[in-house]
């Protein structure tokens, strides 16, 4: 500014529907709610948006959940924040939380019996557990367990809506059990807390050791978050003779549509063909460039250090706003990793010529076919995953590279004596 004055910037939030605690269901008593839960369903207002403040959402100030929100930092300049002022606050008592167990993991049972113990019995939560979770014979047949079991309230994928039920989220596994708990919730995630008990481990900062003291913290609020940002993805398909059988989908006429939210990568791929994948690769409607390969992968930076780095791309901070685009084996040698900015829209279709059908996966999953006529519509979502930090998004970033990636680890080099030097 010219007159040189500091000119404060007053947040207007954004807060959604809330869930009075009055209405929360009696405990033992699984969902009644029977009607089908489109995950690829968000509203028209967050679809049509683009953004001109925020990043992820429309004002600066976003909620998570029916309960949570980020603390307003008065400090913030233009909407940027220093990543380690990013805190987690409360607009009221969270008293319900969602515990996502890794399904077939006997070294899981015991950590998870513990924290359900200590979650409903010392802080009297109401907890929300899959019906497949306790279709495990090592927990339904624990009769010790059995009182802790009948205050459960469960709920089943694609079929039971809890997005405005539960005010916080314990992962109990590796990165994938935090991939699904993305998957579960399509517009605003409540906070996640993810406990290294997994493989790799690289999105599970929280070691199991020191439960209690970290869940305690949690629910008095005012711990460090981090926002991971993640892709509204849209894929179009045209109908066609001999049929498509799809769920999740919108009819638009000829067209069948789904839509996913995605937080690592969208990899669209070859399939078992043996020719070479060629798709075209629109930005904001230009074609920049046909990507002949086996695939080309479209990731978040929370999913650069996923199936996008092990293909040669670069490692991006979760806090910055960007989306990546990398190839996966490309023909051309000159085609290498682009960084571009998170509020474009790219959009992915099967060039005119291609030889052959291409495959398109999310986070993994959902994998289905793409042919002549289909489209992948991908841009950054306004329902980021905020991720509960142990230490802040900094440190705990790059304690995963060192730990997990193993960036830079190697032997020093000897000193070198004065008597070695002349030599």
Known sequence: ?????QVGVEAVPYCCSDFDSGETPARGLAIRTRKTRSLSTSSATACDYRRNQSLHGPSPVTTFGPKACMLQNPHAVMHIQDPASQRLTWNKPPKSVLVIKKIQDASLLQPFKELCVFLTEQKNMIVYVESKVLADTAIAGDESFGAVIQKFCTFREDLDDISNRVDFIICLGGDGTLLYASSLFQ?????VM?????????LTPFKFDTYQSQVTQIIEGNTAIILRSRLRVRVVKESREKGIIMTNGDSEGSRKSMQYQVLNEVV?????????????????????TTVQGDGVIVSTPTGSTAYAVAAGASMIHPNVPAIMITPI?????????????????????LSRDARNTAWVSFDGRKRQEICHGDSITITTSCFPVPSICFRDPVNDWFESLSQCLHWNVRKKQ???????EEF
């Open 414 to 420: 000897n000193y070198l004596s004065s008597e070695e």
């Open 187 to 191: 517009e605003s995630v409540p906070p």
């Open 329 to 349: 084996c490309p023909h051309s040698l000159s085609f290498r990793p682009i960084v571009v900015p998170a509020g474009v829209e790219l959009k992915i279709m």
């Open 1 to 5: 500014m010219e007159t040189g004055e």
């Open 194 to 202: 993810a406990f290294h008990l997994g493989s790799l481990g690289f």
């Open 268 to 288: 669209v791929d070859r399939g078992p063909s043996s020719y070479l994948s060629n798709v075209d690769l629109f930005l904001d409607g230009h074609l920049i």
